[in-house]
Every structure is written in C-alpha cells, then in structure tokens.
C-alpha cells in the first residue's frame, strides 16, 4: 500500500493560536480543510477537551484522516463536505456555535503526489483535479470547452502567467485536432510554447497553468469568500479563526474579511463607540506570518504560506 505524507505547515504555531479557545468542556474545533489530518491530530492531542468535526471535499483524503484519527475515537466526527456550506454542515450537525475554525487551504501532497488524479505536472495521469471527482468538470473539460478569452483570464489571473494568451491561443489550436486528455500533452504544449530562455529561469514551464487549472475547476476563490464569513459567523465569543493562504488573491479575501470584522462600524466622529457597534473581532496576528527559513527548507509547501488569525470578542 502507497502511505501518503503531508507535512503540516506551521504547525505548532496554529496549535498555540487555537489551543486557549479549545481549552474547556465541550470545545468544537472545525477543521475545514482536514486533508490527511495532521492538524487535526496535534490540536486533539494537545486539547483534550475537544472535540472535532473533520471537513474535507475529498473522499480520498477523507478515508485517510479517518484511520489517522480513529485513536481519538468519538472526539472525531468526518464529513465530506465543501466549507463553502459550512452554515449548513453546522445545521445538520446540530452544532449552533463552534470555539475554533482552522482552514488551510490548496491541495494537499496526497493530491500533488498521486498521479491519477492530475494535479502534477511531473507524471503522467489524465487531466482531472477535481478534489471531488464526484462532481463539476475535470481540467481536461475546461482546457476543451473554455474560450480562448477565458482561458487567458484564468492562466493570467490564477496562474499569473505573463503568457496566458499565447497559451491560451495554442491550446484552443492544438485541441482543434485532437482534445486533451493526459497532463503530458499539457506539459508538451507549455514547453513549446514558453521560450526557452524563461524556461531556463522561471520554474517548471507548467506550474503556474497547472495551479491556474486547478484553483478554476475548484472554485478555490468563491469557496473562500463564502466559507471565511461562515466561520465568522459559527464562532462564539472567545473563539478563534486561523487561516493558513498560499496564494497572493486568496491571501487578500482572507485579509479584507479580517480587517471589516476588526473594525468598528461606528462613525468616525462619535465620542464614544456604543457597543453595538464596537468590533466583533480582534486580530492575533500582524500582517500575514510566514514560515521561517528552516521550515521551509524542510518543506518546500511553507515558502508561500501566508497565515492569519482571529478571536471573537464579541457577540
Ligand atoms: C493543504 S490540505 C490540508 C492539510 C491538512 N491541514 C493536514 O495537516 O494534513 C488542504 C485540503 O483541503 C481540501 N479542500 C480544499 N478546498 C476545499 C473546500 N472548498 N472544501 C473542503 N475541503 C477543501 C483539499 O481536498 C485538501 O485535502
């Protein structure tokens, strides 16, 4: 049997900012994005009291995370699910209000490393990336239907490729003759297309098309921007939001929903705030903290990492 790994990133750092809201009775910690559970694992162990629910979109990364965490028995409940329906997972759980929510989000090393599933440019695999295979369409699917216009969008946007429209343009060419099916004719296309001088300094030719790929058949932007303010939402006084981004846009939604749940909504010029209208939140972190240079030497995934933190203060 292969066993997966996924290193977690800043790990006690997340533990030290979720353990104090999980340091009572009754605690829920949401993990929203569970992967192989290695989160999950060191908070339950450090926070005795606590219980879990485990989201993933995943069935794969699901299955594992289970086995990982079945010694912590009935503290542990698993649920695929998409975060952008928190509310409702909450709802069904029967749980009003949680003490900690933990996202961190992108793909996990079980989705990079398993080459059927697409997301890797260094193996061979048919060009899926769907995190949820049970539904919405595959990479292949948008590199044959989308336009050359919105291939661009999504390359230049996602990927920030400054030859988003030159691929764009040789991929609706290429797929006039035979559709795509397998990463490697992918990887094929951007070699010989991007010049090889940029290709000598810029990376692998197809990691910022393959990262564009799959943040659009994922929708990893809107489940963002609807699953932060859910969170907001579901904790209660004295519980906290982390969020660990490793991509600039993502970071950004992360940051604005932060900052408006910081502020007062009060006027500028009132005397005294009144405490309707005093802030809900207050932030734990300054600015986007990132991991230091021996982690990311450890592991490579840390380099991007942007991470962020709130407590509620009030109701
Ligand atoms: C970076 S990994 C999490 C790794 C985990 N913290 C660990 O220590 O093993 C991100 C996980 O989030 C999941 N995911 C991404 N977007 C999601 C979404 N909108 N809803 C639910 N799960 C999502 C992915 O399937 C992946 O397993």
Same mark, same amino acid.
Not at 101 to 124: I, K, M, N, T
């Given at each position: ?92 759980? %029967? ?159 992360? %940051? ?33 903290? %990132? ?22 203060? !009030? !109701?």
């Amino acid at each position: 049997m292969t066993t997966f790994q996924h290193v977690p990133v800043l790990l006690s750092r997340v533990v030290d900012l979720l353990a104090p809201a999980l340091a009572k009775p009754g605690a829920v910690l949401v993990d929203c994005t569970l992967g192989l559970g290695g989160h999950s694992v060191a908070v339950l162990s450090a926070c005795p009291q606590a219980r879990l629910i485990g989201l993933d979109r995943d069935q794969a990364a699901l299955q594992i995370a289970k086995s990982r965490l079945a010694p912590f028995g009935e503290r542990v409940t698993t649920i695929q699910a998409n975060y952008s329906e928190l509310t409702t997972v909450l709802q069904n759980e %029967k749980t009003n209000k949680v003490s900690a929510v933990l996202f961190d989000l992108g793909v996990s090393s079980l989705q990079l490393d398993e080459p059927d599933r697409g997301f890797a440019y260094r193996h061979e695999g048919p060009l899926d990336m769907r995190m949820d295979q049970s539904s919405g369409e595959s990479a292949a699917e948008v590199l044959n239907n989308y336009s050359a216009t919105e291939l661009t969008r999504v390359l230049r946007v996602y990927g920030e490729e400054r030859f988003a429209a030159k691929i764009a343009a040789a991929i609706v060419n290429r797929r006039a003759q035979l559709p795509f099916t397998t990463s490697t004719e992918l990887v094929e296309l951007l070699y010989s297309v991007i010049p090889a001088a940029v290709r000598r300094t810029g990376g692998h030719p197809a990691k910022r098309t393959f990262q564009a790929l799959r943040m659009e058949v994922n929708e990893e932007l809107m489940g963002v921007k609807e699953g932060i303010p859910q969170a907001l939402t579901a904790v209660e006084v004295g519980g906290r939001v982390v969020v660990e981004s490793y991509h600039s846009l993502e970071d950004r939604m992360v %940051k604005r929903a932060f900052a408006n749940a910081t502020q007062s909504g009060a006027p500028t010029d009132l005397p005294v705030v009144p405490d309707a209208w005093q802030p809900r939140f207050r932030l734990l972190t300054k600015g986007g903290e %990132k991991a230091d240079s021996a982690e990311v030497q450890r592991n490579p995934r840390a380099a991007s990492v942007r991470l962020r933190a709130v407590e509620r203060v !009030a !109701a």
